[in-house]
């Protein structure tokens, strides 16, 4: 199994930045891939952001160009920067993890709050 820890969310004004972070623990081994998800209020959960095990990555239109995943292999850490943030950013954030043959199991973290506002 794998474990997650989401941290680094906050208050951050219009036009901000704020670095999320995903610690990993567990079968680190049998990842597939990492994503960040995003839970606004009263909308369903949204993806945001993906890497995989070769570093590939991807995002939801929504967020290119002003948000960045990355991995830290040394640190078992998977990592969101989120840069000109917008009121429509405010959310909560999860992390999630893929693992086994193929991505056949799922993990989530506990989300961390991110709100932008003036």
């Known amino acids: 199994q794998v474990q997650l820890v989401e941290s680094g969310g906050g208050l951050v004004q219009p036009g901000g930045s704020l670095r999320l972070s995903c610690a990993i623990s567990g079968s680190i081994s049998s990842i597939y891939a990492m994503n960040w998800y995003r839970q606004a209020p009263g909308k369903q959960r949204e993806f945001v952001a993906v890497i995989s095990n070769v570093l590939s990555t991807n995002y939801a239109d929504s967020v290119k160009g002003r948000f960045a995943i990355s991995r830290d292999n040394a640190k078992n850490t998977v990592y969101l920067q989120m840069n000109s943030l917008k009121p429509e950013d405010t959310a909560v954030y999860y992390c999630?993890?893929?693992?086994?043959?193929?991505?056949?199991?799922?993990?989530w973290g506990q989300g961390t709050q991110v709100t932008v506002s003036s």
């Open positions: 999630n993890a893929q693992y086994g043959t193929g991505g056949l199991f799922e993990s």
